[in-house]
C-alpha cells in the first residue's frame, strides 16, 4: 500500500497541480448572496460558512489535489464552528481530495499523544477504538522536541497519515527565533530540517519522501532553495504564496529535478478571488465559486511553467 505521501504526491501528478486550497473562513469572507440566507447568529454563521465552504470544494476537486484546513478559523465560533469543520473536511473526502489538518499541535507526553489520537490515531472508549477526526495529514510544530512529535510518528506508521512540520514559516517575525545561529553556525530552521529528515526517515514511499514532511515558507526563497539540499527526502508544505508575497520562481526552488516535493498552499487568494482585481469585474459575488476556479486554474498554470 502506498504511504500517505505517496498518495499525495500521486494526486499531484494527477491533476498536474502541486496546489492545496486553504479553507480558513472569516464571516467578512462570505458573500452577502449567502450571508443573507442565514440569521447572524452562531448557528446562521455556520451555516453560511460550510454553505461557502462546500462550494469551493464543489468548484475545485477535480483540479486541485487536497485541501488544508485550519482549525482555528473552525474555533472561533464554537462548538458551531467544530462542527463546520468536520462537515468541510467529510466533504472534501468523498469528493476524493486529500486533507490536511492545520492544527499546529505541538505538546508533549500524554498531551500530544490525546492529540495524536484525535487526528490520526483512534481514541479508546471501553473496548472500542473510535476515530475521532479521519484527515491525512496534520501540520506540528516542534519546538518542544521529540516529545511533541513521536506520538504523531507512530500514529503515522500505524495508520498510514502524514504529517508536516514547521521548520521555517513564511511570517515576517519567523527569524525571531528560527533563524538564529546556533553554536556550530547553522540556523534553528535548518537543526530542526535535519531532525525531519532524520525523525522521517522509516516513512519513506516510492518517490523517495517521507510522509513526515515540514512547512516552509515561500517568503524566504534562499532558505528555501538550501532547505531543499539539507532535506533531500523531505516533502514540503509551502504557504505564503500570492497575498504574502511569494513568487512562483522563488517557489520553484524547493522542487527537486524531476518537478516534486512540495506543494503549494493559498487560502485568500482562492478564497476571496472573487474579490481580487483580476477577478472581481469578470464575477459578480454570486459567481464567487467560478472565480475560484479559474484563479486554481491560473495558478496551477503559473507554478507548472515556473517549476518546469
Not at 111 to 122: D, E, I, M, P, V
Not at 157 to 176: L, Q, R
Request: include cysteine.
Amino acid at each position: 500500500m502506498a504511504n500517505m505521501m505517496d498518495r499525495l504526491i500521486d494526486k499531484i501528478k494527477e491533476t498536474n497541480n502541486p496546489t492545496v486550497i486553504g479553507i480558513d473562513p472569516k464571516y467578512d469572507m462570505i458573500p452577502e448572496c449567502i450571508k443573507n440566507k442565514y440569521e447572524q447568529n452562531m448557528e446562521g454563521v455556520a451555516k453560511a460558512i460550510e454553505e461557502f465552504n462546500k462550494a469551493l470544494i464543489d468548484a475545485t476537486f477535480d483540479i486541485i489535489p487536497a485541501v488544508k484546513i485550519n482549525i482555528a478559523f473552525y474555533e472561533m465560533y464554537g462548538l458551531e464552528g467544530i462542527k463546520v469543520f468536520e462537515e468541510t473536511y467529510k466533504y472534501a473526502k468523498e469528493k476524493g481530495m486529500l486533507v490536511m489538518a492545520d492544527i499546529k499541535r505541538g505538546d508533549i507526553g500524554s498531551t500530544s499523544k490525546a492529540y495524536s489520537n484525535a487526528f490520526l490515531g483512534r481514541t479508546q472508549i471501553g473496548e472500542k477504538e473510535e476515530k475521532i477526526y479521519d484527515v491525512d495529514f496534520v501540520t506540528l510544530n516542534p519546538y518542544m522536541g521529540i516529545d511533541s512529535v513521536k506520538p504523531f510518528i507512530e500514529d503515522c506508521k500505524k495508520y498510514n497519515k502524514g504529517a508536516f512540520i514547521i521548520v521555517k514559516t513564511s511570517n515576517p517575525s519567523s527569524g525571531d527565533l528560527q533563524d538564529l545561529k546556533l553554536e556550530n553556525g547553522e540556523e534553528v530552521y535548518t537543526r530542526v530540517a535535519k531532525l525531519v529528515e532524520e525523525w522521517g526517515e522509516d516513512l519513506r514511499g516510492k518517490y523517495g519522501y517521507s510522509s513526515i514532511s515540514a512547512v516552509v515558507g515561500a517568503t524566504y526563497p534562499k532558505q528555501l532553495k538550501d532547505l531543499r539540499k539539507t532535506a533531500p527526502h523531505t516533502f514540503f508544505l509551502i504557504p505564503g504564496y500570492g497575498a504574502q508575497g511569494g513568487k512562483a520562481e522563488d517557489i520553484a526552488l524547493g522542487f527537486d529535478s524531476n518537478g516534486i516535493g512540495g506543494i503549494v498552499n493559498s487560502s485568500r487568494g482562492l478564497m476571496c478571488a472573487y474579490k481580487s482585481d483580476l477577478w472581481k469585474d469578470k464575477y459578480t459575488e454570486e459567481r464567487f465559486a467560478e472565480a475560484t476556479r479559474q484563479e486554481a486554474i491560473r495558478m496551477k498554470n503559473e507554478l507548472n511553467n515556473a517549476i518546469s
